[in-house]
């Protein structure tokens, strides 16, 4: 238990005014001070790499994008807001989207699409103004969400960055199923190291 | 213009008159509305550079139209009345509120005598009656209808108390309120509005006011007109985190504006009444000859001092609580304003009116 | 008949109206709210008059403190609309027959001929020693200019008989306010 001891207030103190006119000197200061305000329309948000805007489709070089339509995003979508259709294609890729739709209205800009993409097809982007006059107009489609490698190139080489950091990472030891010690119930690396040799 | 006086069966004298006192009144209406509305900006502004943001800025240059724009979506909402409320009394409240503050404004002398046209038209006030502040006064306390009646009608708790609160608060603080006024009427001899200031302005310098004379009536009258128009630091009628908006709560639309013209128009008069008691009214100090628009101007200026000083106030200082508003007004107010009003009195019983050689 | 006679009557039948309903009205906050329209009748009245002080004063006092504080005591107790008065016949007429109520009526009888007879005096000779010529309605009552002295002389020179009988009213009301609001205890007898 706490005992908190109420401060002796001095004379002045309980007089009220000599306070009140103290504090009327500060607010009364303060208001001629910087602005903090971001006077937002005028003064673009500043973006940077790890900035999680809506998710793009990635257009390579070649003019055309990776997506092989396997519904990865599709799956590891929790808002539901990605509808592929898949269909084959006589490039070397063999599958490309024929509909591949995000419901922005729905997206929450998690980004679980962009860790899910076997080939790095969808990327996060640093576009965040939303604003149309029907619901319909924000489902976007492939043409929509088409972007220019070059204009993501940030959100990739920082994505890219810190997949190799977990690629190279060693891999803690899988400690339950096939290669847990055979008869051992330890539940964390630190207790497998005491006994890496049980029974 | 004699033409239509005859046919209307008046003198030409008689028409002017009559429409220079509606040309008058209705500038005066037009004006308190105006200021009103124009507070609700510089509330928000002053508020906002206080805790370092820019305040409305979208509406108009600097936001100078924000006003205008809210007062269009206000008029546009839809007014919800709730169940079980009082409908009639629901409905009269509102503007029981904001027409006493109004009808207040009337007894108010802007400007000395207004010469235009090469004519004399009188003082800038609408009624200069011989009983000024008591009219003020006693159209002021009826405001305190409007706050209890929407908190009553609206059949919600915490309007009830709010309205409970601001009544009580109002009756408590309207004590000191006119014991303060009664020691500056004593030393000007005079409840006329009017004269109350020429008694302060005849010397033409700033140590006519009767701020000097009267600090100590100055600091209650101030707190107490706090207290009166409901604002901080003692805003109970309408404590946000306790009673959700206090009377108000139940309210919508332009009925709900209505409360705040109310309460900024009572800002207002309360402002005028102040400089016009202590601060020479529309005298300019050093200048005791100026024309009229001159001491129009300066009390302009002198009214918006105020009305900065209640804003500035309000977004510097925390709210009382409800016994301590209650202790200050019963314990501290009174008994100043009694010991003021006393020692004004003896000081003028052994020592004659200050104006007297 | 002058406009200030016309607003004269208006006015004074407005409040009588007024004052009915503060009476014959159920609901207790219509109650206070007839009663506050009657004191602003009424003040209106003493505008007309010339008396602009007693006007105000009229409004700050009754109305902006008195009649808040009736609001508020009504507000914090809640009052339900009050049960219907008993007929006539219910009651029966002995009530007023009664010793007890026999002394009330004849007490307040009086002091109504006494407030009546101190007007009606007052008045006339008032007139007369002002030399005027008989006066009708609000005319007969309107002072001489000079607001406050004026009303200062008036009240406790010529009406002082009427401004009395008026406090002995007062008085009177009060204590029948006691009595009425007085709970009847058990093991009490005076009632």
């Known amino acids: ?199 | 213009m004699n033409d239509f006086a005859a046919k209307v069966g008046l003198t030409g004298e008689q028409l002017e008159h009559l429409l220079a006192i509606l040309v008058r009144n209705t500038v005066i209406l037009i004006g308190i509305i105006s200021v009103a509305a124009v507070m609700t900006l510089v509330e928000r502004k002053v508020s906002a550079w206080m805790q370092f943001r820019h305040g409305p800025n979208r509406v108009g240059p600097w936001g100078l139209l924000q006003p205008l724009a809210d007062g269009v979506k206000f008029i546009f909402k839809e007014v919800v009345v709730p169940n079980g409320a009082n409908k009639a009394l629901y409905v009269l409240a509102p503007a029981l509120a904001a027409v006493p503050a109004m009808m207040t404004i009337a007894v108010i002398p802007f400007a000395n005598d207004v010469v235009l046209f090469g004519k004399n038209w009188g003082p800038l006030v609408v009624a200069d009656i011989d009983i000024g502040i008591l009219y003020l006064l006693a159209i002021g306390s009826m405001s305190v209808y409007g706050v209890i009646l929407a908190g009553w009608a609206s059949n919600s708790k915490y309007s009830l108390l709010g309205g409970l609160r601001a009544s009580a608060q109002m009756i408590s603080y309207e004590l000191s309120m006119i014991l303060a006024i009664l020691a500056v009427v004593a030393m000007a001899g005079s409840i006329n509005l009017r004269e109350i200031v020429e008694s302060q302005a005849h010397g033409g310098s700033i140590a006519d006011w009767n701020f000097w004379k009267q600090p100590l009536a100055c600091f209650l009258l101030l707190v107490a007109s706090f207290a009166e128009t409901n604002r901080h630091p003692f805003d109970f009628a309408e404590c946000e985190p306790e009673l959700v908006a206090g009377f108000n709560t139940e309210y919508s639309a332009m009925k709900w504006a209505i409360f705040f013209i109310g309460e900024y128009s009572a800002m207002a008069v309360m402002s005028s009444l102040s400089v016009i008691l202590f601060f020479g009214g529309w005298s300019i100090p050093f200048l005791p000859d100026a024309p009229w628009y001159l001491g129009f101007a300066a009390f302009l200026a002198k009214t918006s001092v105020y009305l900065f000083l209640f804003v500035w106030v309000r977004w510097t200082l925390p709210r009382f609580r409800f016994d301590q508003l209650m202790r200050i007004g019963w314990k501290v107010m009174l008994p100043l304003a009694l010991v003021n009003l006393l020692a004004t009195g003896a000081w003028l019983t052994f020592f004659g009116p200050p104006g007297a050689p | ?191």
């Open chain 3, 1 to 191: 008949m002058s406009v200030a006679n016309a607003l004269f009557y208006l006015l004074a039948a407005l409040t009588v109206v007024a004052a009915a309903g503060v009476v014959l009205l159920r609901n207790p906050i219509a109650n206070v709210l007839s009663l506050l329209f009657a004191f602003f009748c009424l003040a209106t009245i003493y505008l007309l008059a010339g008396f602009q002080f007693l006007a105000a004063t009229q409004i700050l006092v009754y109305a902006g403190a008195i009649m808040v504080l009736f609001l508020f005591v009504i507000m914090l107790l809640n009052l339900a609309p009050g049960p219907k008065a008993p007929k006539l016949e219910e009651v029966g007429l002995p009530m007023f027959l009664r010793r007890k109520s026999g002394v009330t009526v004849v007490i307040a009888a009086a002091l109504l001929l006494l407030g009546a007879s101190a007007i009606l005096g007052t008045q006339s000779t008032g007139v007369e020693a002002a030399g005027a010529m008989p006066r009708e309605g609000i005319d007969a009552i309107r002072p001489t200019p000079g607001t406050n002295d004026g009303l200062a002389a008036e009240m406790f020179g010529r009406y002082l008989l009427p401004f009395e009988a008026v406090s002995m009213l007062l008085l009177a009301t009060a204590v029948a306010v006691v009595v009425l609001a007085k709970r009847n205890r058990p093991g009490d007898r005076s009632a």
């Open chain 1, 1 to 199: 238990m706490v005992i908190v001891k109420r401060k002796e207030l001095s004379l002045s103190e309980r007089l009220y005014v000599p306070e009140i006119v103290r504090g009327l000197s500060i607010t009364f200061r303060k208001m001629f001070e910087k602005k903090i305000t971001r006077q937002y329309p005028e003064e673009p948000l500043v973006k940077t790499e790890v900035t999680r805007g809506q998710p793009r489709l990635v257009v390579k070089d070649d003019g055309a994008i990776a997506c092989v339509s396997c519904g990865l995003c599709e799956a590891a979508c929790p808002a539901y807001a990605i509808t592929i259709d898949g269909g084959e294609t006589d490039r070397p890729i063999e599958r490309e989207p024929k509909r591949f739709d995000i419901d922005m209205l729905r997206c929450i800009l998690c980004g679980f699409c962009e860790e899910a993409c076997p080939k790095d097809a969808i990327f996060m982007s640093d576009e965040l103004e939303l604003a149309d006059y029907s619901r319909q107009a924000l489902v976007y489609d492939i043409e929509k969400l088409k972007r220019p490698a070059a204009a993501m190139r940030r959100r990739i080489e920082y994505v890219n960055r810190i997949n190799d950091r977990w690629r190279d990472a060693p891999r803690p030891p899988m400690l339950v199923g096939r290669d847990a010690p055979h008869g051992a119930h330890a539940h964390s690396p630190a207790a497998a190291a005491q006994r890496p040799h049980a029974s």
